[in-house]
Every structure is written in C-alpha cells, then in structure tokens.
C-alpha cells in the first residue's frame, strides 16, 4: 500500500509540471481564435491527455527489479489471489489501478482522435494499447507480470471511459448544443463531427 501512494506521489510531482508547461503553452496557442473560456478547456482537453499519457506510460514501464518476471495466462488469475487475501489490501489496489488506467485516454482522445467516433471502436483502441503495453512489459520491462487480466481490467476500463465520454456528448446534445447534436448524427450528414471556435468537439456515436 505504502508503495502504491509513493508512485501515486512520485507521479504527480514529476508530472503535474508538465500538466501546467502543456496547459499555459496550449491556452496561449489558442487564445489567438478563440475567446479565453473557449482556448482555456480546449488547453485543459489538451495537457489532461499528455498528463493521462505520461502517467500510463511511467506506471506500466517503471522496472521492478525487486519482483520476478512472470506470466498468468489464465483469466481471472488475479481476482482469485485477491480474494484468497482478505487480509491485504494490494491485491485489490492492483486489479482496480488496472480498471482505471486507459479509463482517462478513452474519455479524453475521442476529442481530439476522430475515428475514435464509438464507443466499441474505442474499447478496440483500449485492447490494442493493453496487449501492446503487456508486449512490451514481457520483452522489456524487469519484474513485471504479463496477466490476461491485464488486458481485459484495461480494456473494461476504456469501454467506461468511452461511455461516459459518450454521456457527456448526450447531455450536451439535450441541452441544445448543436455542435454535439451534428456530432452525434453522423449518419444524418454531419462528417463525424462539428469544429465550431471556441467549442469541444467531439464525434462519438451510440
């Protein structure tokens, strides 16, 4: 547990600079067109990604040297050893940080990654980075465990953030917004998605 809060700190004091660096940068950028309300959540759209990018990739790459290398294959390897440890809370920590890690990149990217335009095709995204980071942990990366589990804790997790991504578009378009309403009906005309100045976009559909 104790280890678990010292990356979660570790994370945030390396990071949250460039939060800042990429917010300032990109606000400035886009005050030029737009009004500062507008320039301000498209900046902050923008430094939540590279924030969310950041820390998936220091959490999932980081050595562990203190740790064996392993493999679990079988899927729902990990949620037996959590609750064959009633006493420990780790287990748990790991299969929900797991749950939650693409659930931020899969709210987030549909705003600025067109094709991204369903929740299904993001869910395809989600498992595609999951194998990969998994690929990747196995061939290079100390003491990680390479887990099915893995793959489908983050694939489930992206399918949440693309519905509640998707959530969000719905409450815009209930509210009147029209660029949502064009967004959503992209088989009605619309290009997958309306741009306007000073608006999110935004192209997911059910």
């Keep these: ?21 990429v917010l300032l940068v990109s606000g400035a950028w886009r005050a030029r067109n737009a009004t500062i309300g507008a320039s301000t959540r498209e900046a902050a759209v923008d430094a939540a990604l590279v924030y969310s990018g950041l820390c ?4 999932v790459f980081s050595p562990q040297p203190q740790c064996r290398t392993a493999v679990e ?5 990990d949620l037996l ?16 940080g797991n749950g939650v890690l693409l659930l931020p990149l899969a709210a987030l990217a549909p705003l600025r990654v067109r094709p991204l335009d369903s929740v299904p095709k993001i869910a395809l995204a989600g498992l595609l980075i999951s194998v990969g980071i998994e690929l990747s942990q196995y061939l290079f990366v100390v003491g990680r465990t390479t887990s099915t589990d893995d793959v489908l804790l983050n694939t489930a997790g992206a399918v949440l953030g693309g519905l509640l991504h998707r959530a969000a578009v719905l409450r815009r378009a209930a509210v009147g917004e029209p ?13 997958g998605g309306v741009e306007r100045e000073g608006t999110l976009r935004t192209s997911v559909s059910p």
Excluded at 1 to 17: A, N
Excluded at 56 to 59: E, I, N, R
Excluded at 85 to 95: C, I, N, T, Y
């Design 1 to 21: 547990m104790e280890q678990l809060l010292d990356d979660f700190l570790r994370v945030t004091r390396i990071f949250l600079p460039v939060f800042l660096v």
């Design 81 to 96: 050893q959590a609750l064959g440890s009633a006493d420990d809370l780790l287990p748990w920590m790991q299969l929900v």
């Design 56 to 59: 998936v990739a220091y959490l």
């Design 73 to 77: 294959l079988e899927p729902g390897a």
């Design 179 to 191: 660029e949502i309403v064009s967004a959503l009906d992209s088989r009605g005309g619309a290009a």
